[in-house]
């Protein structure tokens, strides 16, 4: 996140920008079908995240709840995070095996900017669930991890 006006801009040191990121984790989001927090709260960090994601409705993720796992490294926002689904799902962008979000079949993590938020990785998941290629995929028991 930029800040300044004319010609100058400010560039928000990295833990400013997640205890900003924290607050409004902690606020809640839109309509409650998406939130996050941190994982451990003595990590000084911040570099670990917990989300979770309700399934949208008219989608074979209808009411079903996801964790995921954000991790935030240092170079975190000028990099996107690490994320990774706890709760199995069948999503083409999601690994099979380790749950991890793929940067290469996620637009989002692909062409990661600064100015993205955890949130909006969270919202733009759970939007990705709706897509024509996600929404009648088979998926795995409910309460099945990986």
């Known amino acids: 996140m930029k800040m300044g006006s004319g010609g100058s801009s400010v560039v928000v040191p990295r833990n400013f920008r997640l205890l900003e990121e ?41 009411g079903r709840i996801y ?9 975190y926002p000028e990099k996107a995070p690490t994320v990774r689904f706890c709760s199995r799902v069948n999503m083409t962008c999601v690994n099979q095996e380790t749950g991890r979000v793929e940067p290469k079949h996620f637009s989002m ?10 949130e909006d990785i969270l919202t733009h998941l759970k939007r990705e669930m709706l897509a024509s290629h996600n929404r009648k995929l088979v998926q795995p028991p409910e309460g099945t991890f990986f």
């Open 22 to 62: 924290l607050e409004r984790g902690e606020k809640g989001i839109g309509d409650g079908s998406v939130s996050y927090g941190m994982d451990d709260s003595d990590d000084i960090y911040m570099r670990s995240w917990t989300g979770t994601i309700i399934g949208p409705h008219n989608s074979v993720h209808d």
């Open 109 to 118: 993590l692909a062409n990661w900017r600064r100015d993205y938020t955890m």
């Open 67 to 75: 964790q995921l796992k954000l991790f935030c490294d240092k170079d």
